[in-house]
Nanobody
Framework: QVQLVESGGGLVQPGGSLRLSCIAPGSIVSINAMGWYRQAPGKQRELVAAITRGGTTNYADFVKGRFTISRDNAKNTVYLQMNNLKPEDTAVYYC????????????????WGQGTQVTVSS
């Protein structure tokens, strides 16, 4: 199974910022949607943000105004800029990519990364 490669996680204090990156290997062609999910201990995986090839974005309510998703189609790369981080943002963040369709809450198809840990703590 082809995997996406994430980077950029780490430990940050409340109110701080992190930028996650995810690269899809060149063997995955014609990617339409890319996005980020997260999963905290004991909780289900949930959609954080997604973006289509054309640049249409959608965000979970709990990150609106704080997180920004962007992508570079030429590099098969998606980014998640996370500002004003809160302790409740602590989770493993997973990158997702799909060749067909869009990424909406409650769906889990396509290609995945191995996850990157984000910890928000003082």
């Amino acid at each position: 199974q082809v995997q996406l490669v994430e980077s950029g996680g780490g430990l940050v204090q409340p109110g701080g910022s992190l930028r996650l990156s995810c690269i899809a290997p060149g063997s995955i062609v014609s990617i339409n949607a890319m996005g980020w999910y997260r999963q905290a201990p004991g909780k289900q995986r949930e959609l954080v943000a997604a973006i289509t090839r054309g640049g249409t974005t959608n965000y979970a309510d709990f990150v609106k105004g704080r997180f920004t998703i962007s992508r570079d189609n030429a590099k098969n790369t998606v980014y998640l800029q996370m500002n004003n981080l809160k302790p409740e943002d602590t989770a493993v963040y997973y990158c997702n990519a799909r060749r067909l369709g869009t990424i909406v809450p409650g769906t889990f198809g396509g290609y995945w990364g191995q996850g990157t840990q984000v910890t928000v703590s003082s």
